[in-house]
Each structure stands twice: as structure tokens, then as C-alpha cells.
Nanobody, 126 residues
């Protein structure tokens, strides 16, 4: 079955960096757009970043633009989120998700994604 497993979360001071990884199995990875979402306590799960199946198109939430970078390696079935200049408001559980790619744009809505990982906690201290 399809599995998405996130790793790389942890505790970091404000201004620091983390790199999240998402290892995918059980699917034809290159056929899926990949997204990262996050959810803080008592909030909705929100879009962070997404990347097209080929890796040529990337999209970011305004709140992370210029600080976060999404990429993927289709040879390793992996998606990644490099997070720099972290802020306390970035604290959340981060999820990767896979959306079977059609001909439309890369989705930013969580409702468009077919598969989800279990999440990894990112905590940024002030």
C-alpha cells in the first residue's frame, strides 16, 4: 500500500534551519505532485509548499516564501522541504502529501491530495 513517511523534524531556535524529508513507497512517485502542509494546535491544516511531478514548478504560501524551498528526487522517491530562518510561528506538525497529477495546476488545497504521511513535529523556540 501507499506509504509516505516524514522525518527531519525537531526543536530549533528561531533563525535556525531544518530539512524535512518525505519517503514515498507503494506508488509511482513520478506520477504525483507533492505537497507539504502544516497544522498547529487548534488551527486548520494549511498549505506550505508544493512541487509538480517533474519538479519544474514550485509553489509556496506567502508566509514561507523566500525562507522555505521544496524539491524532490524522483530517483529516490523522495520529497524535501528545506526550512531556513525559522520563526516561532512555524511551529506545527508538518505533513507531506501526494496528489495524482492530472493536466491541471498543482493543487494547494488539502482536499485535492490523495495520500498523507503521519506528520513530523517542528518546534521553533524564541
Amino acid at each position: 500500500q501507499v506509504q509516505l513517511v516524514e522525518s527531519g523534524g525537531g526543536l530549533v531556535q528561531a533563525g535556525g534551519s531544518l530539512r524535512l524529508s518525505c519517503a514515498a513507497s507503494g506508488l509511482t512517485f513520478s506520477g504525483y505532485n507533492m505537497g507539504w502542509f502544516r497544522q498547529a494546535p487548534r488551527t486548520e491544516r494549511e498549505f506550505v509548499a508544493a512541487i509538480s511531478r517533474s519538479g519544474t514548478r514550485t509553489y509556496y504560501a506567502d508566509s514561507v516564501k523566500g525562507r522555505f524551498t521544496i524539491c524532490r528526487d524522483n530517483t529516490k522517491n523522495g520529497a524535501y522541504l528545506q526550512m531556513n530562518s525559522l520563526k516561532p510561528e512555524d511551529t506545527a506538525v508538518y505533513y507531506c502529501a501526494a496528489d495524482f497529477a492530472g493536466m491541471g495546476p498543482v493543487a494547494r488545497s488539502r482536499y485535492e491530495y490523495d495520500y498523507w504521511g503521519q506528520g513530523t513535529q517542528v518546534t521553533v523556540s524564541s
